[in-house]
Nanobody
């Protein structure tokens, strides 16, 4: 059974940066290299939304709200997913979730992802 666990959240001032990590376990090296991985977030009172996703071949897709500020990347050898967040804004405040999809195809639809972490909180203050 695959599991993913996020880390790296915290409290940061507007304009600052944070780097989130997501470690996957219970997946073979070959299997992980085939998975599409993604970052999603959910703010209080709002629906969960996609932030950025990355396919096994490095193809990415980002939400318009984070383009130019957030960068998703992955290290298949370490079974780890990253999200570099720069120029953070108060509206980026949310619980950030890592998710894995047993497919090579990139999609921003949360319903297409099978494995989810418990989340890491990001709070941006002005």
């Amino acid at each position: 059974q695959a599991q993913v666990m996020e880390s790296g959240g915290g409290l940061v001032q507007e304009g600052g940066s944070l780097r989130l990590s997501c470690a996957a376990s219970g997946i073979s090296a070959f299997g992980y290299s085939l998975y599409c991985m993604g970052w999603f977030r959910q703010a209080p009172g709002k629906e969960r939304e996609a932030v950025a996703v990355i396919a096994s071949d490095g193809t990415t897709d980002n939400a318009d709200s984070v383009k130019g500020r957030f960068t998703i990347s992955r290290d298949n050898a370490k079974h780890t997913l990253y999200l570099q967040m720069n120029s953070l804004k108060p509206e980026d405040t949310a619980m950030y979730y890592c998710a894995a999809r047993t497919s090579r195809v990139v999609t921003l639809a949360a319903s297409d992802y099978t494995y989810w972490g418990q989340g890491t909180q990001v709070t941006v203050y002005s």
